[in-house]
């Protein structure tokens, strides 16, 4: 079993979907607490939209993203406190229920994460992945 992970720092709609449909994913979760996004294209509806018209499945998972100060630890590189933060978060009933949702959906289909930071290992996908989808073998695409 693979899972993917993508960010959509410095990138554009067009090379995310390149880059999903190039491994062929078939589902994008989107793993941010909050989907809205300053680029054009990354928020959830127009995100999802464009993600339908090539073919690709939208799904959010809202209490898998990180918390506000786990998103500010993150923009501090402060990976400890993002780690022990995001670690609180996997424990809440929501997540748990969220992530089991994730794995079986990624049993079942090419599934990639999505959030926002280009390199997967300053990013909550690479502790999402390693917690509740550590059966999976990952593969980090850039776009």
Known sequence: ???WTIGYEQSTIPALIAALQ??????????????LSRR???????LAANLADAGIE?????????????????RANDHATLERVYAGQLELPEAMVAGAQLAELAREKRTALLCYERQACGCHRTLLRKAV???????????
Do not use: C, N, Q
């Open 1 to 3: 079993m693979t899972i």
């Open 133 to 143: 989808l550590a059966d999976f073998d990952a593969v980090d695409l850039l776009p």
């Open 58 to 74: 939208y799904r959010h998972f809202k209490a898998l993203g990180t918390p506000a100060d786990g998103r500010a630890a993150a």
């Open 40 to 46: 054009p294209g990354f928020s959830k509806s127009a």
């Open 22 to 35: 190039g491994a062929g994913v078939e589902v994008l979760a989107d793993v941010r607490a909050l989907p």
